[in-house]
């Protein structure tokens, strides 16, 4: 057994991640299917990567000072990546963030020092949306930068730079196919440009939740959202300058119900805690390696650690309250 090496800082904690066989979704589907733990960075998701690279980018091009200000509108998970990496290299952090977000992700943030702004989930066209209101912020904010996680493709050069390449290897070079949601899409984008790199025969699929408009997009061409989902952090309804020319092959439409099911074998069977864009995730990929054979080899994305959601998620009221099935052994 080789120990992981000491790493220098915090920052080097980020990325390299495990890649675990997922038991149950492989025989689902008569293949082979690999989640990466994303949980298992310093921040707690996938997201800590593309702070990382939209930090380091704003640092290169001179635009962050040190002492300055990164400001940014985040479903949660990027501003307690760029929380964190702001502490670790003597930044400040503004984050702006819808309130009907997870009570956790609030909490995790004033936690790590971040000052915390709240404000009503509007759509885009409304110029109190999260990501105009912190653009606003950056803008009167003596010596601020806004990270624009959307529109910034150093968001997607993190999973370009590093999701892909240590997927390839872990993998062993022998990936059939790729699948993931679109939250900004830096991460479908930039693993799909990765992995197309290294192999352009790797079929890669958005896996899109109800609400989002992404799958109409990629099937017909048309940007048209239906249905809805509870799912935090995933469901765009434009193409994000991180989207553009993403490599998508195929596409699924995934129900919380779906992913829901997922969430709770992965819990139940293999002890792993998920948040619920996770279980969406294995749900797609379900499907992507039934549509490519048996015996395929795919992997996806666990984006989050589901102690984020203790208060939905796991939470039965909230559950019922969104109509949604239970876990059985919450009802004791
Ligand atoms: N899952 C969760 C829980 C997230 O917070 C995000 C980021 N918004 C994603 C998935 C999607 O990642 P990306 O922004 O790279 O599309």
Redesign the pocket.
Known sequence: MTAPSITPDTISLIGNTPLVLLKGPSEAAGAEIYGKCEFANPGA???DR?ALWIVRDAEERGVLQPGGTIVEGT????GIGLALVANARGYKSVIVMPETQSREKMDTLRALRAELVLVPAAPFSNPGHFVHTSRRIAEETEGAVWANQFDNIANRRAHIESTAPELWEQMEHRIDGFTC????????AGVGLGLKAFDENITIALTDPHGAALYNYYANGELKAEGSSVA???GQGRITANLEGAPIDTQFRISDEEGLYWVERLLADEGLCL?L?SGINVAGAVALAKQLGKGSRVATIL??TGFRYLSSLYNPEWLKAKGLPVFPWLEQ
């Open positions: 998701s996938v997201k593309a479903a949660g998970n990027t949601a679109a939250g900004t899409g830096g991460t479908i935090e952090g995933i948040g864009s984006c989050d």
